[in-house]
Every structure is written in structure tokens, then in C-alpha cells.
């Protein structure tokens, strides 16, 4: 079992093959580390991505575009090359199009495994889509991950130290888990605790931001849109809480989360309350500025 911090450190150094003429001539680390949302469905029910992506319809849409191509050709096949979470290179032969696309569009929607996002860089340059950027300077601009996303991905991945390839194929009868709704991956993996003594620092926690309705947001609630947030187990403590010194210490844990103007980030949370019926209001540091958020605590099965 990879502890979140750990996972959160693969794409902070993602490996990257540069290939000449089907060849693994060199591997580049880039950093995969900035937040991306899909925010809605345009008129014609094609996906919207927030501000800061506004070309990415288009990048999506120039590499399926050189995918299909290649594929058309009568017995094409492509390789392509990742670093699997145990260090090992892994050479992995395509022969339909589809089935490539299906981990190389992820990280366009901020939904990428390490692997598909290598997978996604690297045939960005091999069918010269780079448009005059190196590959980070390309993974800035289109690349990214939502909370779900690397929620997701640590759960299968990271926790259960599923394979990229086998664990959720392109033919599997249910969407893979970082492309499901936060309450979905919290119903499949966790347990409701409602006590802030029932957090113990040996456990890693799911945390649910809580809507109007005092039900974790699903995708988005009266204008709200959720997040999901997974702690590092083993890190726990008293901290002095920073926004009023009358309250003392606060219970701490450390949070790791992909979150919007700061992107994947490892920071200490502090749950200042609890409700009766297990609201927690968290002091969240990855925005330090910020006043605290009400959420619901689940304990990793």
C-alpha cells in the first residue's frame, strides 16, 4: 500500500519517454501538478473546462485526430512506454486506436493516472503537437488533475496498488473511479465517522465537502461545486489553530488534495468542530487565507 504522500510524489516526477524511430532514446521528468476542472456541458453537449484552459478542446481534439490517422493505416500498431509505480518500464503495444485514447485523453480532463499521463506527453511529440513548447511547458498548458482525479487514481492505484493497464480497462462494465462522482468513490471505499476522537492518526480519512443540504456534494450543489480531500496516515497531532487563539489546539491531519488556485498539494487540515450529527468545520492549510469549510469524514476500509 502506497501512503498518499508517497502517490502525490509520482506526478510531482513523472517519467516521460522521448522516442526516436520507435525507440526509447532518452526519459524527461515533468511535473504534473497544476488543477484542471470540467465544469459543464456546452449546447451541444460538449465539455467546458474552467478559465484556464480554454484551448484544451482543442489540443483533445488535434491528438485524437493524429490517433485515428495512424490507426487507419491497415495493420498499424503503436507502442507506448511508461514507468509502472514499482520503478519498472513497461512497453505496451496497441493495435486499435480506441483503447490507447482511452487512457490518453485522462489527464486532458484532469482524471490521468501517472501512466496515462506519460502516455498522453508522449504522443503529444511523437505526432508534433508540441506547437513549440518542451513537454512540462505542454503539460502546464493542457494537463492536470481535479480532486477526483487524484482521489481516484491513489485509491486503485496507490492503496490497492492496482496495475494502470488491468485495473480499469477501456471494456470495464463500470467507469473508473476517479471519473465517478465524490460520493460514489466515498460510498466504494470508506466508512462514515462522526467524532473527531474517532480520528486516529494510524488512519487515512476521505473528506467530503458538505453542501447546503448537509450531504457531500456529489459534483456541484446550489452553485457549490465538492471536493474530496485523503489524509496521510501515521501524521497526526494537536496544533496551535491560526485563525482565533482563544480556541487553542485543534485536531491536525495531513491532507493531500488537488485543489483549485493551488493544484496538488500535501498541507495540514484542523478540524476545529463537529456537529451532532458529524459535520466537521476543517481549517484546510492549503488555503491558508481561507476560512474554514464544512465537511464529512470517512475512514479508508
Known sequence: MTPPMHYAARYYSLPVPVVADEKVTRWESVRLDRYLLITGLDENGGMVWDKFHPNNKTALNAMLGQLRAHFAKKGATL??????????????????????????????????????????????????????????????????????????????????GKDWELAEPPNAKDDYLANRTIDAIIKQSATA????????????????????SGRVIPQIEAGIFGHIVVTQPGLGWNAAYPEDKKKGKAWALYAVESTGGVGLVSAKCQFVSVTADGIFTVKRHSHPHMPPLRFRAFRLN
Open 193 to 212: 465517522v462522526t467524532k473527531i476522537e474517532d480520528l486516529q492518526p494510524t488512519g487515512s480519512y476521505l473528506l467530503g465537502l458538505v453542501g447546503p
Open 79 to 160: 507502442t507506448v512506454h511508461v514507468t509502472e509505480r514499482d520503478g519498472t518500464r513497461a512497453h505496451t503495444e496497441f493495435d486499435a486506436w480506441f483503447p490507447l485514447w482511452y487512457y490518453a485523453r485522462k489527464a486532458f480532463f484532469g482524471k490521468g493516472s501517472p501512466e496515462a499521463a506519460a502516455i498522453t506527453l508522449q504522443l503529444a511529440a511523437r505526432f508534433n503537437l508540441l506547437g513549440g513548447l518542451d513537454l512540462q511547458a505542454y503539460c502546464d498548458k493542457y494537463l492536470g488533475l481535479d480532486c477526483n482525479g487524484f482521489v481516484g487514481n491513489y485509491l486503485v492505484h496507490g492503496r490497492n
